[in-house]
């Protein structure tokens, strides 16, 4: 059973978006919850929502248990960009982009091995990154 959920036009940038999905990709869905609660980032906040939005779909539509529901696949793609303009000397004006990103999830009801044991590797390089 797979059940998959989206967030669109997340407003940041999708590099500090992928330094939290890194951390919980193959991970159970409830210990991801909980981990995302003590991360000091603010693509930890959406994230989080992602995740029990996809497990109240699970549960929903299949009568799933929230306990037993695994991070499959996980990925953040770039959504486009907000124009801003800044004003600058001589009345010149500069362009600022405001990024937004998509987040895809896929959960499911038993764990992958191999997603578990990459991701374990990927988890440990960027939680230093994402703790600095």
Known sequence: MKTQASANTIRMSVRKVRLIIDMVRGMNALEAIVRLQFVRRDAAEPVAK???SAMANA???FKADPE???ISAISAD???FLKRFRPRAMGRAAEIHKHMAHVQLELTD???PKVIKKAARAALRTAKRANQ
């Open 50 to 52: 992602l995740i029990k």
């Open 59 to 61: 549960e929903h539509n």
């Open 68 to 70: 037993k529901l695994w």
């Open 78 to 80: 770039n959504a486009g």
């Open 110 to 112: 038993e764990p992958n």
